[in-house]
Each structure stands twice: as C-alpha cells, then as structure tokens.
C-alpha cells in the first residue's frame, strides 16, 4: 500500500514523496529531479470532505489531487468476453487434448498394472492450478500495480518466481507420489517397493520438467501482455491451463512407461535422487529474492493442502476407472476439472487485483462485508459482478464445443444422446457454480486476514474444481448406468 509522510506548509498539507508497502516489500518512489513542488500533492481539504474513505487515500489511487496514480483499467463486458474467449477455448482444447491422451494412455502396461497413476493424474494436472496458475496471478497482479515497471525489479520477480516454483514443484510431485502409494495401500491392503518407487519417481520428474517448461511460457504471456496492452488477468491464468494438462499427461505416461520397461528398480531410484538434489539449488536462488523468500517459508500450506484435495479425486478416478461400465469416465475428466479450474482462476485473479487496487491488506469493500450469501457473486453491477455473469455464460456453449469435439475425433466410450449431455452439463454447471461463490468468499476472507490470495487462493479453488468435477461426474455416469441409459454406451 502507498503511505504518504504528510508536512504542513502555511494553510496546505503536503505530501512527500510516498512510500510503497505491498506485503512486506517495502520501496521509496521519488519524484524525478526538478522543482519538487512540480511532484507534491495539495490537499486543501480533509479526505472525509472530498468523499475519499481511510481505504482510498491509503491507497492514494482515488486521490483525484496527485499526480503519482495508477488507476484501474475499465473493461466493458463485452472487452472482457473478448479476451477471455480464445485463451478460454485454447485452454478447453488443451484439456480435450489431455482427455483424448488419457483415454489412450490408460491401456498402457504401466497404468494397467499400477493403478496408482490414476491417483497421481488429478495432483500433477493440479499443479498448474498450485503452481502454474498461482505464479501468473502473482506477475498478473504485479503488472497492474506496476512492480514490473522497472526492468530490474521485474526480472527479480521472474527469476524469484521461477525457482521457489521448481523448489515447490519438486517436493509437492514426491508428496503426491506418497499419497498415491498410501491411498493406493489402505483398501488394497497391499504394498509393494517396486511400485512405489516407480511412483515417485515418475511424479518428481514430471512435475519438476512440466513445471519448468509451464514457467517460462508464462513469464513470455505475462511480459507479452504487458507489452501489448492486455489485461493479463485475463489471459495469463487460461493459458497457463492451456497446454498444462496435455505436456504433463504426456510427460507423466512417457516417463511411467519408460521406467515401467526397466525391470531393474534403481534406475528410477536414481531418476528421483537427481531430481531431488537439485532442490537445495533452487531453494538458493530463491531465497535471494525477497518477492519469493517470504513465499518460500510460507507458502506451502495451500500447495499442499491442494495436492491432499486433488489426490482424494484421483482415489475417486482410480476407483471409477476400474469399473469395466464406467470406463468412459476418463475421456471427459480433464476437461470439466480443467474447465472448471480455469474460470475460477480468472474470477480469483480479477478479484485480487481488484483488492489490491482499492484496499489496504485487512480492509475490504463495503459490498463484501457481512453474511455471504450467493447472489452477492452474480447480482450487481460491479466489476466483479459483471465478470462472474461472464464466466458462468460461457460454461455451456463452452462445454458443448468441446464435447463436440471429442465426438468428432471419436474418442472416448459415449454418445452425445440428449440425456448424457444433460446430466454432463448439469454437473459442469454446478461445479463453476459452487467454485464462484467459494471464490468469493474465500479470497476476500484471505485478504481481510492480511493474506495474499494470489499466492493462497488459487491452489485450494483448483483443487477443489478437481474434487467437484470428477465427483459430479462420477456421480453422473453412475446415475446414468443406473436408469439404463443404454443409447449413451456408457462404459462400453
């Protein structure tokens, strides 16, 4: 937050220069040199008189007097549906894709065999709402509160940023490997080293490979939003999502198998030990940033807290799979998780900013404060309003394309029969739904404790997009099995 030394001169008050504060950053903006009167702020009036609250002059934002400001860009709903659209349909084809590539990597030797993979597919793909998403929320909010304005300042963030994300990614990919041998044990009641092995090393080593890959892409959308004049929130998180799910899919079946030719253990044994020993190099590097030192020691408890979530929808994948009649499950899984996890990124993103621009951490709008209920995410004519009615109308045309394409490669176990594709939408409806409103909830509660929710936010709404999609739609091909809905082939 801006802060300004206020000194009285004769009848006016003015301000020096201030002194930026945004989560512990502390930086002094000075006034290029001349005549510094040119660069002071005259307040001739209380900021009562002038209709500003506490909030807005903190901010100084809203102060109409000074000549150091950064207001928020205005965006109509039809220019933010614009943007949003074709980073929302790559994003969507890039989930298809990873649908269409799980459909047939599932027949592999090494997912037939070790079933545990399915439980690692929703943690590693949940990475890029853990990591992936989370970083371009973070640079998004930093474009447009202009951290990144000066070419030093934006390349420390970058490279901050880039390496607590290996350090993260690495450990989180083992600790999902441990969850899916555990949960893959408990109602097995079987336990075997060979397998576990495999696991955590194909888990480190995809995560650490896609991770570095996804991080460079969007250090290249960020700065060339930036560039161009786009609004990065709402592009930056969609296209992170785009290509995420397929290069980590592809990664994961690729390495898995590879290790799963190898009859000799220590090989992947030696694949995760190396991938691991690079940690303390990456922890390093980050921690000579202080944009990422802070989130190196405390920024764990989303990341793993998301993993957890996403690992119990892999149990609920893995168990869903191994049912001969629910088999087509797996095709359609990705897209309404990815889908899903898109659009509530965007939303998080955009509300985030939005408290960054006209809040001190701890405060929060007057419309945000009381009881919550669900018509405060969709009615009203806000920003965030007007962004939340955006994202929710794009869920079904969205889904019907995408569906439609998946029928067009023929891929997949069903027919688009009328009730299929209701029961299908209805699920994907339901989950934005549902993930809309906790993101409402859950950002400005993690702002009014003095949080920030594009480092804490993101992860837990993934992960829970992960949870809700792959339970609605388990529940929905469930359903349709049961009332015999033969024309949809379903499992066949």
């Given at each position: 937050?801006?802060?300004?030394?206020?000194?009285?001169?004769?009848?006016?008050?003015?301000?020096?220069?201030?002194?930026?504060?945004?989560?512990?950053?502390?930086?002094?903006?000075?006034?290029?040199?001349?005549?510094?009167?040119?660069?002071?702020?005259?307040?001739?009036?209380?900021?009562?008189?002038?209709?500003?609250?506490?909030?807005?002059?903190?901010?100084?934002?809203?102060?109409?007097?000074?000549?150091?400001?950064?207001?928020?860009?205005?965006?109509?709903?039809?220019?933010?549906?614009?943007?949003?659209?074709?980073?929302?349909?790559?994003?969507?084809?890039?989930?298809?894709?990873?649908?269409?590539?799980?459909?047939?990597?599932?027949?592999?030797?090494?997912?037939?065999?070790?079933?545990?993979?399915?439980?690692?597919?929703?943690?590693?793909?949940?990475?890029?709402?853990?990591?992936?998403?989370?970083?371009?929320?973070?640079?998004?909010?930093?474009?447009?509160?202009?951290?990144?304005?000066?070419?030093?300042?934006?390349?420390?963030?970058?490279?901050?940023?880039?390496?607590?994300?290996?350090?993260?990614?690495?450990?989180?990919?083992?600790?999902?490997?441990?969850?899916?041998?555990?949960?893959?044990?408990?109602?097995?009641?079987?336990?075997?080293?060979?397998?576990?092995?495999?696991?955590?090393?194909?888990?480190?080593?995809?995560?650490?490979?896609?991770?570095?890959l996804q991080g460079i892409i969007m250090v290249g959308v960020i700065v060339g939003s930036k560039k161009t004049g786009i609004n990065p929130d709402n592009v930056a998180t969609p296209i992170a999502a785009s290509f995420g799910d397929l290069i980590t899919l592809a990664i994961l079946a690729f390495i898995s198998q590879g290790l799963y030719n190898y009859s000799h253990p220590y090989v992947a044994a030696v694949v995760c030990v190396f991938f691991l020993a690079l940690t303390p190099v990456w922890i390093v590097i980050s921690s000579k940033h202080p944009a990422s030192r802070t989130l190196l020691y405390s920024g764990w408890e989303p990341v793993i807290t998301a993993m957890v979530i996403s690992s119990v929808g892999g149990l609920i994948l893995d168990k869903t799979v191994s049912d001969p009649n629910l088999a087509g499950i797996v095709v359609y899984t990705p897209v309404i998780n990815g889908i899903g996890g898109n659009l509530v990124a965007i939303q998080s993103s955009r509300i985030s900013t939005h408290l960054h621009f006209h809040c001190a951490p701890g405060e929060i709008p007057e419309e945000a404060q009381g009881c919550y209920y669900p018509c405060r995410t969709f009615c009203g004519s806000g920003a965030n309003h007007r962004s939340a009615?955006?994202?929710?109308?794009?869920?079904?045309?969205?889904?019907?394309?995408?569906?439609?394409?998946?029928?067009?490669?023929?891929?997949?176990?069903?027919?688009?029969?009328?009730?299929?594709?209701?029961?299908?939408?209805?699920?994907?409806?339901?989950?934005?739904?549902?993930?809309?409103?906790?993101?409402?909830?859950?950002?400005?509660?993690?702002?009014r404790n003095g949080k920030d929710p594009d480092s804490f936010s993101i992860p837990y709404l993934t992960a829970l997009g992960d949870f809700l999609g792959t339970a609605l739609l388990a529940l929905g091909f469930h359903f349709l099995w049961v009332i015999g809905d033969q024309d949809s082939d379903v499992g066949d």
């Open positions: 937050m801006l802060t300004y030394p206020f000194t009285h001169q004769g009848q006016f008050i003015i301000a020096n220069p201030p002194e930026l504060h945004l989560f512990g950053w502390w930086e002094e903006i000075r006034a290029p040199r001349g005549n510094p009167d040119k660069h002071r702020v005259d307040i001739q009036t209380p900021h009562t008189e002038l209709g500003l609250n506490p909030c807005s002059l903190t901010l100084s934002r809203h102060c109409k007097h000074s000549t150091i400001t950064r207001r928020m860009p205005k965006e109509s709903p039809l220019a933010m549906a614009l943007q949003i659209l074709l980073p929302f349909l790559l994003a969507g084809f890039g989930t298809v894709s990873a649908g269409m590539v799980l459909d047939v990597v599932q027949h592999w030797e090494a997912f037939q065999n070790i079933t545990e993979i399915f439980i690692l597919v929703p943690a590693l793909l949940g990475l890029k709402g853990n990591l992936e998403m989370t970083l371009a929320s973070r640079l998004s909010t930093a474009v447009n509160v202009g951290k990144m304005d000066s070419p030093i300042e934006k390349w420390n963030l970058i490279i901050g940023n880039l390496a607590l994300k290996q350090v993260q990614a690495t450990v989180v990919g083992f600790l999902a490997a441990l969850a899916a041998v555990v949960l893959g044990w408990i109602p097995e009641g079987k336990f075997q080293l060979s397998h576990a092995i495999l696991l955590c090393s194909s888990s480190v080593a995809t995560a650490f490979i896609a991770s570095l009615q955006v994202l929710l109308l794009l869920v079904i045309p969205g889904h019907l394309i995408f569906l439609y394409t998946i029928h067009l490669m023929k891929s997949g176990h069903t027919t688009l029969t009328p009730i299929f594709m209701s029961v299908y939408l209805a699920a994907a409806l339901l989950q934005v739904v549902t993930l809309l409103c906790i993101a409402d909830c859950m950002v400005h509660s993690i702002w």
